[in-house]
């Protein structure tokens, strides 16, 4: 599988995505741009059993039985689907290395250095040798070499909610490291992080996934943020202000201090906002303008084709990128510049994603406003095209200069409103 979900050796770069320096040259120049990497982290499975892949030991994945997801036991001790063995994360168990794994490192001549690096990683913890601190090992060593700045984790509910416990402890420990051993390369002070996908959560649930007959807070001393699957239905069944004003209400006070991860299309999710790409300008408006973190998935700020002919299952969300259009298709490249403006708005203004949402007006079009500490910004969408008045009494003085991000033009602020024209509906009032 060219996805990286298939794992046999968690201490290696699969080829199809380069080498080691192409991943060292990728966090380097991404830094340099200001710009956070993320890695998949996968712990809960291995890849599938083929005549070149035998299956781990017994001792440290199950290959039965397969989930049925309807309660807690059946939707953690089993395989995640058939043909995946399940890694026994519940286990404290010592075990040895898989001798698939021996024979591979032999082979490639670094067996005793990966061995005494695995010595020195249980004698300072003083974990077990179970199955799952091994691959803790394996993955934190990408923070301590490459200086990735969090994770994404997969498949979050199959595992032991205490598992992703011991992981943070381990993430945060190498970060801290990674610091220490490259004070040149230190961004800010912000914390390692970690955002989990936990299928089907959804931000109404606030801090505790229900699996029926158990509830799990995966949040506390655990993930900063989880993948919210919520948005998608709610820009389809509410009107724009009500997304709003529900999101800034749970993320101000439920779930205070945490995150959420908003998509509307996803490399796995077969029910996108907007599969046939006919919303694709309200796909940007509401995914880079409701509270919370967004992930913007390749392709939607280009309309990418999701419905291609002659696929199976996932694949035909994982098309190849429609360069030729951003290039040549006066469509894609108008599409492009507002998911263009949008996104460096966002970027420029944390009060945007985190700050306090506040309606201004519905009466003609939306008006709203958000603020994050002194960061303070005014937002219009669904407005007239052409001239248009906003009140923003609430955030600016009269007298102070505004621009519009959008359209690139300054106003002044008189009797509480600015006035201007432009050719759009849409107004993003930075001071």
């Known amino acids: 599988g060219f996805h990286g979900y298939w794992a046999k050796d968690w201490t290696k770069i699969d080829p199809n995505f380069g080498t080691k320096e192409d991943l060292k040259e990728l966090v380097a120049i991404a830094h340099k741009k200001g710009i956070?990497?993320?890695?998949?982290?996968?712990?809960?499975?291995?890849?599938?059993?083929?005549?070149?892949?035998?299956?781990?030991?017994?001792?440290?994945?199950?290959?039965?039985?397969?989930?049925?997801?309807?309660?807690?036991?059946?939707?953690?001790?089993?395989t995640l689907v058939k043909n995946?063995?399940?890694i026994k994360t519940e286990s404290d168990e010592a075990v040895v290395l898989p001798p698939q794994l021996v024979a591979k490192w032999k082979s490639e001549g670094r067996y005793e250095q990966e061995v005494k690096e695995l010595d020195d990683f249980f004698s300072r913890t003083g974990y077990p040798r179970a199955p799952r601190f091994y691959i803790m090992k394996w993955l934190t060593d990408y923070i301590t070499e490459f200086g990735i700045d969090g994770y994404r984790v997969d498949?979050?509910?199959?595992?032991?909610?205490?598992?992703?416990?011991?992981?943070?402890?381990?993430?945060?420990?190498?970060?801290?490291?990674?610091?220490?051993?490259?004070?040149?390369?230190?961004?800010?002070?912000n914390n390692f992080y970690l955002v989990g996908e936990v299928y089907n959560y959804a931000i109404s649930h606030g801090k505790s996934f229900d699996f029926g007959d158990k509830k799990v807070n995966y949040f506390d001393k655990a993930f900063n943020s989880l993948i919210n699957f919520e948005l998608k239905w709610n820009v389809k069944q509410m009107a724009e202000k009500d997304v709003f004003h529900k999101y800034d209400s749970i993320l101000q006070n439920g779930l205070k201090d945490y995150g959420i991860l908003n998509y509307l299309t996803s490399h796995d999710d077969g029910q996108p906002f907007d599969?046939?790409?006919?919303?694709?300008?309200?796909?940007?408006?509401?995914?880079?303008?409701?509270?919370?973190t967004s992930q913007v998935y390749y392709g939607d700020e280009s309309a990418r084709d999701l419905t291609i002919e002659g696929t199976v299952g996932d694949a035909t969300l994982r098309s190849f990128m429609n360069w030729d259009a951003i290039s040549n298709n006066n469509e894609t490249k108008k599409l492009l510049e507002h998911w263009q403006k949008l996104g460096q708005f966002r970027n420029n203004h944390m009060a945007v994603g985190a700050g306090k949402h506040q309606l201004i007006s519905d009466e003609n079009g939306l008006v709203f406003s958000r603020v994050r500490k002194d960061d303070k910004v005014v937002i219009g969408i669904l407005l007239s095209k052409g001239s248009k008045t906003i009140d923003v009494s609430s955030i600016f003085n009269n007298d102070d200069e505004l621009k519009d991000f959008y359209s690139n033009q300054t106003v002044k602020v008189k009797n509480g409103k600015v006035s201007l024209n432009s050719e759009f509906d849409i107004v993003l009032l930075e001071k």
């Open 275 to 292: 599969k046939e790409r006919k919303l694709t300008y309200k796909t940007a408006t509401m995914l880079l303008l409701t509270p919370g």
């Open 36 to 78: 956070r990497i993320l890695l998949d982290a996968v712990i809960n499975h291995t890849g599938p059993v083929t005549e070149k892949d035998p299956v781990w030991p017994s001792d440290w994945v199950r290959t039965e039985p397969q989930c049925s997801y309807d309660n807690y036991k059946n939707t953690i001790s089993c």
């Open 84 to 86: 995946l063995p399940d």
């Open 155 to 189: 498949t979050v509910k199959h595992t032991e909610e205490s598992v992703w416990q011991e992981f943070k402890t381990e993430c945060d420990f190498a970060f801290e490291q990674y610091k220490k051993n490259n004070a040149d390369k230190v961004l800010d002070d």
